[in-house]
């Protein structure tokens, strides 16, 4: 088992299934955040340091979304997440303009969310970061918005895998590039792309 699979198998273990129960037992506006993906959130918040000028070309106020995540508190509730209203799974992770500076490694917690259709991580700082393997194995994903946030280096032909995206910003990564044939691959898979953002 690899080292990635192995840290999401540990989070994932203190919640093993959602009990029927507790579905029943609110209504259907109500989020329940699985345990194990707020011990995730938690993770990978504590994986980046703060500092506003990290976001400084964001085009509207920014703030640290992170800042309020506390553990004991439903991570449906904070700042930038949003949750499937009956599992609670977390299907959007919104951290755009969020002052974060870090690198993302592979075995990063982000990788944690099976269910995730929307990611923006635009206007931030992941210097030293490349557009891995990892994302392409959110097969659920309709939004992948990585503007403007430092990654370099070759960009993951996994990420042609994502064949529900309809939405692709990679603009204002200078450093990064597509392997040989991986941008061809990209447009023969994605079909269901109808935004497609590679400037810069």
């Known amino acids: 088992m690899s080292e990635h699979l192995l840290l999401c198998f540990l989070f994932f273990l203190s919640f093993s299934q959602i009990l029927l129960s507790s579905c029943f037992s609110f209504s259907n506006s109500t989020k329940i955040c699985p345990h194990g993906q707020s011990l995730a959130l938690l993770h990978l918040k504590k994986s980046f340091s ?5 976001s400084r070309y964001c085009g509207f106020p920014s703030y640290p979304k992170t800042e309020h995540w506390k553990e004991g508190s439903d991570c449906c509730s904070w700042d930038g997440v949003s949750c499937d209203l009956v599992t609670g799974h977390v299907i959007e992770l919104d951290l755009s303009c969020s002052w974060l500076s870090g690198t993302i490694h592979s075995n990063s917690t ?4 099976p269910h995730l259709q929307r990611l923006n991580l635009a206007f931030n700082n992941f210097s030293g970061s490349s557009v891995l393997d990892g994302f392409g194995r959110f097969y659920s994903l309709t939004h992948l918005n990585l503007s403007e946030s430092g990654f370099s280096g070759l960009i993951s032909p996994e990420i042609s895998h994502l064949s529900n995206l309809v939405s692709l910003d990679l603009t204002w990564n200078e450093g990064a590039e597509f392997a040989p044939h991986g941008f061809d691959s990209l447009v023969q898979n994605l079909t269901k792309l109808q935004k497609l953002h590679l400037y810069g």
């Open 110 to 113: 982000l990788f944690c969310f």
């Open 50 to 54: 703060i500092k506003k000028s990290h």
